[in-house]
Nanobody, 124 residues
Framework: QVQLVESGGGLVQAGGSLRLSCAAS????????MGWFRQAPGKEREFVAG???????TYADSVKGRGTISRDNAKNAVYLQMNSLKPEDTAVYYC??????????????????WGQGTQVTVSS
């Protein structure tokens, strides 16, 4: 089992950047696929980016070219760097872990463990 805690959200102007962090505790972090999802008010939770246990990476089209996901297995952490932020990026961002490890599945139901979320608000 793994526990996840996100940080790094906040209020930023359009065009700005944020780096979200997710600290994991528990066993065998390196064996999990890790994902970032987001949920805006009134909308379903959507996949943003994922990184597998083998460091394969997938991005949603909405953030491709603007987002960078990375992981540091020595620190039990995963990160999401978001650049050129847009108002439509406003959402609660969640870190999630899939104990299958790979491949990256861009669907929330495949992820067994979730953090509490961190709010990202992009002002125009």
């Amino acid at each position: 089992q793994v526990q996840l805690v996100e940080s790094g959200g906040g209020l930023v102007q359009a065009g700005g950047s944020l780096r979200l962090s997710c600290a994991a505790s528990g066993r065998a972090f390196s064996e999990y696929a890790m994902g970032w999802f987001r949920q805006a008010p009134g909308k379903e939770r959507e996949f943003v980016a994922g990184i597998s246990s083998m460091a394969g990476i997938t991005y949603a089209d909405s953030v491709k070219g603007r987002g960078t996901i990375s992981r540091d297995n020595a620190k039990n952490a995963v990160y999401l760097q978001m650049n050129s932020l847009k108002p439509e990026d406003t959402a609660v961002y969640y870190c999630a872990a899939d104990d299958a490890g790979w491949p990256i599945v861009p669907m929330a139901r495949n992820y067994e463990y979730w953090g509490q979320g961190t709010q990202v608000t992009v002002s125009s």
